[in-house]
C-alpha cells in the first residue's frame, strides 16, 4: 500500500502538467470555501455606531497622508495582544476601516501606530511635529513636511474625488434620496458634510472652524493633514467596549 502511494506521489511530482492541474484543483476549493460563504451573509462587516466617511477635508489630508508616503512608516491597526492595548488602545475593528480605499493597516512601524492620535496631541502639536518632528520628539527619524504650512490646498477636485469613490460603494450623496438616507443613518450634520454637490464650500466651511494650521487667512495642505490625523480613533466611543476587553489583562 505504501509502495503505491509513493509511486502515485512520485507521478504526480515528474508530471508538471498533472502538478500544475491538481495544484489549481486545491486552490479553487480552498477558495470558494473561503468566498462562497460571503454570498450568503447580509454584511460582512458590523455596524458601529459613529462610524461614516470622511468629510471632503478630512478625504483631502488622506490623500496627502497616502501622496507623502506615511503609510510606509505609520500602521493604522491595532492588534488584540496586551502589549498593543496598553500602549495604544482598544484593538481596531473592522468597520472602523470600512470607507477606506484603500486602507492604511499596514505591518511596518518605524513609527508608532496611528488608529488612535486623533485628539491626543493639539494641532499645534500636530503642525510643529508635521514641519520639525525632533522639534517635539528628539529621537524621532521622521523626515520634516514643512511645505504642507506652505502649499495651498487644491479643492478644485474634490467633488471628482467624491463621486469617485461613491463608486466603490462609499455613501456620499449625489440625491435627495441618498440624502435622506445618510440623514437616516449617520444624523443630519454628518450627512450634510457627505453632500457632494457643497463638497468644495464644505471643506473650506471645516478648515476655517477648525484652524488645523493656525492661519484662517490660508487654506493650505497642513489644514488638511491635521484634520485627517485628529479624526483618526474618535469615531467610535471605545468607553462602551473597554470595561469589559480591559478586565481580561487586570
Request: proline share 4%; with cysteine; hydrophobic share 35%.
Amino acid at each position: 500500500m505504501i509502495m503505491k502511494f509513493r509511486f502515485a506521489h512520485e507521478s504526480i511530482e515528474i508530471n508538471a502538467g498533472l502538478l500544475i492541474g491538481l495544484t489549481l484543483l486545491v486552490i479553487s476549493i480552498g477558495g470558494l470555501v473561503e468566498i462562497v460563504p460571503l454570498f450568503y451573509i447580509d454584511e460582512t462587516i458590523e455596524e458601529v455606531e459613529g462610524v461614516r466617511p470622511y468629510t471632503p477635508l478630512e478625504q483631502a489630508g488622506r490623500d496627502i497622508y497616502v501622496r507623502e508616503g506615511c503609510y510606509t512608516c505609520h500602521s493604522q491597526m491595532i492588534r488584540p495582544f496586551r502589549d498593543e492595548l496598553l500602549r495604544y488602545g482598544h484593538y481596531s475593528l473592522a468597520a472602523e476601516s470600512q470607507y477606506d480605499h484603500p486602507f492604511q493597516w499596514g505591518s511596518k512601524r518605524t513609527g508608532p501606530d496611528l488608529a488612535r492620535v486623533g485628539e491626543k496631541y493639539s494641532n499645534e502639536w500636530h503642525v510643529q511635529h508635521l514641519e520639525a518632528p525632533r522639534s517635539v520628539v528628539p529621537e524621532s527619524i521622521m523626515p520634516n513636511y514643512p511645505w504642507l504650512s506652505e502649499t495651498a490646498l487644491n479643492t478644485s477636485d474634490i467633488e471628482g474625488k467624491l463621486r469617485a469613490l461613491k463608486m466603490v460603494g462609499v455613501p456620499y450623496s449625489d440625491t435627495d434620496e441618498e440624502y435622506q438616507a445618510n440623514v437616516e443613518r449617520f444624523g443630519e450634520e454628518a450627512a450634510k458634510m457627505l453632500d457632494i454637490h457643497s463638497a468644495e464650500k464644505n471643506l473650506i466651511a471645516q478648515a476655517q472652524a477648525g484652524n488645523y494650521d493656525g492661519d484662517r487667512s490660508n487654506l493650505t495642505e497642513m489644514d488638511a493633514m491635521v484634520a485627517y490625523l485628529q479624526l483618526l480613533g474618535t469615531l467610535v466611543d471605545f468607553s462602551k467596549y473597554d470595561e469589559g476587553y480591559f478586565a481580561e489583562f487586570r
